[in-house]
């Protein structure tokens, strides 16, 4: 464990009772973007951080991202789970821990797992070079405070602390637009899922560019008939044009709703 907090002190803000010191007037005049998602937790504020990382190059970031808006002392630096945990057995309470989950020993999801059950008073935050949406939820659902991404600007870091620090959870801006698509896709699914064998078949031809009288031929029917299951393909995808539809059917990474055409 290195004690990082004297590192500097002359770029930190004054010592005091208080960790949070808004020592950056201009971080309220930052786009929202940059901010993330915020949501009240709890009413638990941290008068100590703890940057856990096995990486030293990035540690040493970590901490200079902090630097000017947290009193010197209260950020210190682990380099292992070991010197982690012997850090929260003598201290827990008021404790935010930016925890890389590439550090090595046992796998990220599942120290994580570990720290929630022995240290249920300390906050954890995990900080990750995989940004992917499924890496988030995984550690929204153990139960951590936050995610930070490893790519975030030291700006977008410092006001990610700051909320952390006064017990909000925190998440990447780009989290809620990916939830939101999800969505939006689980919607689309479900109302694939009502067209019928012939209609999937349609869509399938309307896909690859096919006109109506095409389609009428390769199924054996009349283009009238076709014409009725597009209309019919169009309102229950809630969609006003043929094109719409396309566009809709090829957002879809899966394509297991076609096999009702089989």
């Known amino acids: 464990m290195v ?17 949070y010191d808004d020592c950056a007037p201009a971080a309220a005049e930052r786009k929202k973007v940059q901010q993330g998602r ?19 190059l990035y540690r040493e970031a970590l901490r200079s991202a902090l630097c000017g808006c947290f009193a010197a002392g209260h950020v210190v630096e682990a380099t292992t789970l070991d010197e982690l945990t012997a850090l929260l057995d003598k201290k827990s309470d008021g404790t935010l821990v930016l925890f890389g989950l590439t550090m090595p020993g046992p796998q990220g999801f599942a120290a994580l797992m570990r720290l929630r059950a022995r240290y249920p008073h300390a906050r954890l935050v995990a900080v990750s070079p995989q940004e992917d949406q ?87 029917v009349s283009e009238a008939t076709v014409k009725a299951h597009v209309s019919a393909i169009l309102q229950k995808l809630g ?24």
């Open 3 to 19: 004690d990082r907090g004297e590192y500097g002190a002359a770029a930190l803000a004054p010592a005091g009772n208080a960790l």
């Open 38 to 56: 915020r949501t009240k937790q709890d009413h638990m504020t941290a008068q100590r951080i703890v940057v856990v990382d096995d990486h030293p």
């Open 134 to 220: 499924a890496t988030m939820k995984n550690c929204l659902e153990l139960g951590v405070a936050g995610f930070i991404p490893k790519s975030l600007p030291a700006d977008a870091i410092r006001d990610a602390v700051k909320a952390l620090v006064k017990g909000e959870i925190w998440t990447p801006p780009e989290l809620e637009a990916l939830e939101q698509e999800e969505d939006e896709t689980a919607d689309l699914a479900a109302r694939l899922a009502t067209l019928t064998p012939q209609q999937v078949r349609v869509l399938n031809m309307l896909s690859e560019g096919l006109l109506n009288k095409q389609i009428a031929y390769q199924l054996g």
């Open 239 to 262: 969609v006003d044009s043929r094109t719409q539809a396309v566009i809709a059917v090829n957002r879809m990474e899966s394509r297991d709703w076609q096999k009702a055409a089989l």
